[in-house]
């Protein structure tokens, strides 16, 4: 029943980049899926990088290239490299865990109600 906390966000320039962390306990770290979302006010939570037990990952379009989602097991922990940040970037990061198998194939928004043990959230800035 531990949350997941983020850490590593901040205010950077456009084209700068910054490093989240997710501390997750062993249970939620055990999950089908972890994986990174963000949200803007008066938008809807999109899920923006997510990763599978067999290790695969999934980007959302915006984002591929720039974003690299990552894990380390033994420290049950994930991250979120984020190179070239742009000012489309700016929201709160959240980083979450899915115990049901849908998961795996959900995308954008429609991914919101098949994650659960979500963090209090992170914000991103990218400064034009």
């Known amino acids: 029943q531990v949350q997941p906390v983020e850490s590593g966000g901040g205010s950077v320039q456009a084209g700068g980049s910054l490093r989240l962390s997710c501390a997750a306990s062993?249970?939620?770290?055990?999950?089908?899926?972890i994986g990174w979302f963000r949200q803007v006010p008066g938008k809807a939570r999109e899920a923006v990088a997510t990763?599978?037990?067999?290790?695969?990952?999934t980007y959302v379009d915006s984002v591929k290239g720039r974003f690299t989602i990552d894990q380390d097991h033994a420290e049950n922990t994930l991250y979120l490299q984020m190179n070239s940040l742009k000012p489309e970037d700016t929201a709160m990061y959240y980083c979450a865990a899915s115990s049901l198998l849908s998961c795996r194939s959900c995308s954008g928004i429609y991914c919101y109600n098949e994650y659960n043990d979500w963090g209090q959230g992170a914000q991103v800035t990218g400064s034009s």
């Open positions: 990763i599978f037990t067999n290790g695969r990952t």
């Open positions: 062993r249970y939620t770290y055990s999950s089908y899926c």
